[in-house]
């Protein structure tokens, strides 16, 4: 008979013995997925500190509320959805939001020979190791808000499906599109100045 | 024909799927007849290239060392039936209340 040692086991094992009082089981589940939950808060919240407590609050609530996952969705999905729920507190509507609204609509040139949109620098992979647009690319993903950039980031950092990030954040696949059509066009809009200046 | 504004709510809906409908070959031809429109296309995708390279950032060791000794204690304190709570909530209930 094989032994399997804890990291090999498949999640469900785990967690049904998690569920059953084994701590070593619930402490594999947590090495399996610190970094994913880690990784997706910082995407999310843009800041160390709150990233830290958002992985602490996350396995408290996982290991709270085990015994209600029902394993109709992959455990993943699960955490997902609470790391994003820690992640996203109740906000009054602020102006960027309509701002977003608007972007739904093509930019209007100011003449028909000027063209509307600038070319971008070839080399983004070169350009990712200068600081500064690292801090470009991070000021104006934490300038997006959490609504949004939690659709970005699923859709677009983590490369989930539509489908999967609906189901992680319940909400139809319909408002996931919206949600990342205003993103993207929001997040080039604030690059372009960057991007266009440096083909100068 | 597609126009602009088509070209562009498509662009930001649709970055990366290689869709054949009737609407997208529309979109095709338009792109491949307006250099602001491809512009466009061109900058969203290196947008979204340029956010997938950002590195992600794994569990600081000082942090990891935090999280095991929470989990440690969370589990001990919850065989003895007094599961700590986190900063913001209150425990509702520990896990282990019904075996599936």
């Excluded at chain 1, 090999?8 to 947590?30: K, M, N, Q, W, Y």
């Excluded at chain 1, 950092?157 to 066009?185: C, F």
Aim: proline fraction near 5%; aromatic fraction near 6%.
């Amino acid at each position: 008979m094989t032994v399997r040692r804890g990291s090999d086991r498949p999640d469900d094992e785990l967690i049904r013995e998690a569920v059953g009082g084994s701590t070593p089981a619930f402490t594999t589940l947590v090495r399996r997925y610190e970094n994913t939950v880690y990784g997706f808060a910082s995407r999310v919240c843009r800041d160390r500190e709150k990233a830290r407590e958002t992985l602490q609050d996350t396995f408290v609530n996982v290991y709270r509320k085990l015994d209600t996952f029902d394993g109709k969705s992959r455990f993943s999905t699960w955490l997902y959805t609470i790391v994003a729920n820690n992640c996203l507190m109740k906000r009054r509507r602020r102006k960027i939001d309509d701002l977003l609204e608007s972007l739904d609509e093509a930019p209007t040139g100011s003449g028909k020979r000027q063209p509307r949109f600038t070319e971008w620098v070839e080399t983004p992979a070169d350009l990712l190791l200068t600081r500064e647009l690292r801090s470009v690319l991070d000021r104006s993903l934490k300038h997006l808000p959490p609504d949004y950039r939690v659709v970005f980031v699923l859709r677009d950092m983590e490369e989930k499906s539509g489908a999967e990030t609906a189901a992680i954040l319940k909400i139809s696949e319909e408002a996931v599109k919206s949600r990342l059509r205003r993103a993207r066009a929001f997040l080039r809009t604030q690059l372009a100045p960057y991007m266009e200046r440096e083909q100068e | 024909m597609a126009n602009c504004a088509e070209a562009y709510r498509f662009i930001c809906d649709n970055l990366d799927e290689k869709l054949d409908s009737p609407r997208c070959r529309r979109i095709r031809r338009h792109l491949a007849g307006c250099p602001d429109c491809s512009t466009l296309l061109d900058s969203v995708k290196k947008t979204v290239t340029l956010y997938r390279m950002m590195p992600v950032p794994g569990v600081p060791s000082g942090i990891h060392e935090t999280l095991l000794k929470t989990v440690k204690k969370l589990t001990a304190s919850s065989h003895r039936g007094d599961a700590p709570q986190s900063g913001r909530q209150k425990t509702r209930r520990r896990p282990g209340g019904h075996t599936r």
